[in-house]
């Protein structure tokens, strides 16, 4: 553990200088690791176990799109690929990552292989909080832990092959057998983590849900759909908007902000841009945190997981899913998107 000034505020972190990848190997060494579905994050987490030489399965549904993948990444049905139930059977070390509302179905049957000092694991606090909704009570005698990874199973995986990592957090829910707490910092250096911190399954659904729901997904989406629509609404062309709006987001600021903060992105910018970006700041922080806090109250009462049980437990909900980003995908705006990546130099 290292104490890190986070701005004035100490926090224990764990760094791979201190959980070396080759501590994590000897705490699993004697594990055998299922990772129950190979949607998103299935593989970015299978693939870079099975990168660092922890013995993996996989565990997912025969038949579906997902079985098709993982046999496409080298899995070999029989011998590291399983029905889910059969890889709980084989496994000491359960990793859950099913579909949030995929766990509710598939739990009886994952329950049964659950015995005595095996390891319950999850990507997400949202099974285990929302327990009253899911269904999901885990044994006693298991230890249940988290590692939620910060973004993408696509990212992490990425991030692993050129050297980087995605940061995680950890939680342990239950310590059945007082090594739960190393078998989860062991499995979150294991799938390729960059650092890790701590957290309570609680809070990381409660701000795993909002994040997604705000900044990072829902509210990006919704601002760059109003300035996209002024501007056209204003007269300006497709190019001009979407340049102004995305391409330029994506392309030289939010890089900027990435590789030293927002007051190295706004130095970089004139002085003209820096005093108005400055003077509207405000008010864009006055107009969405009632949102952000009404979205917030919304996931704490448990509606956002309702809404999300409800949505993704009907057996067409991919088909939904599907049509809504088509929607999206054949708007003004992303057809834009489309034609202005295309345009981009290449070397
Ligand atoms: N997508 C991400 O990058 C990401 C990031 C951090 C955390 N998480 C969490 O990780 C977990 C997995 O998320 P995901 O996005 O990879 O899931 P996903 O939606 O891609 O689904 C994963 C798999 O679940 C299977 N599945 C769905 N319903 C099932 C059922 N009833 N029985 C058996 N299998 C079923 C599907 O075949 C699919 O392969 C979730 O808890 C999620 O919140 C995801
Ligand atoms: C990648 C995200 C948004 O961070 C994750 O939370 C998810 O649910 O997919
Ligand atoms: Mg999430
Ligand atoms: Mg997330």
Sequence with gaps: MATINFGGVLENVVKRDEFPLGKAQEVLKN?????????????????????????VIVGQRKGTGSWKKALADGWEEGKTLFTVEE????????????????????????????????????????????HEKTGIVPPADVDVVLVAPKGSGTSLRSLFLSGQGLNSSYAVFQDATGKAAERALALGIAIGSGYLFETTFQKEVYSDLTGERGVLMGAVAGIFEAQFNVLRQRGHSPSEAFNETVEEFTQSLMPLIAENGMDWMFANCSTTAQRGALDWK??????????????????????????????????????????????????????????????????
């Excluded at 594990?31 to 013995?55: C, F, K, M």
């Design 31 to 55: 594990e055998t690791v299922a990772v129950i579905g190979y949607g998103v994050q299935g593989p970015g987490q299978a693939l870079n176990l099975r990168d660092n030489e922890v013995n």
């Design 282 to 347: 405000g008010k864009f922080r006055e107009a969405t945190e009632p949102v952000l806090n009404e979205l917030y109250d919304s996931v704490v009462s448990g509606k956002e997981a309702e809404i999300v049980i409800e949505a993704n437990s009907k057996a067409d909900y991919r088909n939904k899913l599907e049509e809504e980003l088509n929607e999206m995908h054949s708007s003004e705006l992303w057809q834009t998107g489309l034609e202005v990546r295309k345009l981009r130099p290449t070397k």
């Design 87 to 130: 890889a709980c059977d084989k496994a000491t070390v359960v990793m859950n990552l099913l579909s949030d509302a995929g766990q509710i179905q598939a739990w009886e049957g994952m329950k049964k292989h659950l015995t005595k000092g095996k390891t319950l694991y999850f990507s997400h606090g949202f099974g285990v909080t929302f």
